[in-house]
Nanobody, 126 residues
Framework: QVQLVESEGGLVQAGDSLRLSCAAS????????MGWFRQAPGKGREFVAA????????YYADSVKGRFTISRDNGENTVYLQMNNLKPEDTAVYYC???????????????????WGQGTQVTVSS
């Protein structure tokens, strides 16, 4: 089992950048595919980005492609989401996810994961 703790989000202006991090407990971080999802008010949870166990493969939602970058540091048990050129429509609660068996591609397609963080609020003002 793994526990995921996201960093604090924040209130930023449109065009700003923000980096989220998610720290995982345990010593087997590298066996988990990692991902980021978000849920805006009144909407369902949506996929944002996923990264393979080694970090060699990444996948993004079309809405964030070119603006967001997912990365991981297996030595630090941490996954990151660098968000640039933020837009008001990026406002949401962001969740970190970890999965033991699925591929990063599966994570991006199914929206299902074994473990979830508690979520962190990101608000982008116009």
């Amino acid at each position: 089992q793994v526990q995921l703790v996201e960093s604090e989000g924040g209130l930023v202006q449109a065009g700003d950048s923000l980096r989220l991090s998610c720290a995982a407990s345990g010593r087997t971080f590298s066996i988990y595919v990692m991902g980021w999802f978000r849920q805006a008010p009144g909407k369902g949870r949506e996929f944002v980005a996923a990264i393979s166990r080694s970090g060699s493969a990444t996948y993004y939602a079309d809405s964030v492609k070119g603006r967001f970058t997912i990365s991981r540091d297996n030595g630090e048990n941490t996954v990151y989401l660098q968000m640039n050129n933020l837009k008001p429509e990026d406002t949401a609660v962001y969740y970190c996810a970890a999965d033991r068996l699925r591929s990063a591609w599966d994570l991006s397609q199914t929206g299902s994961s074994d473990y979830w963080g508690q979520g962190t609020q990101v608000t982008v003002s116009s």
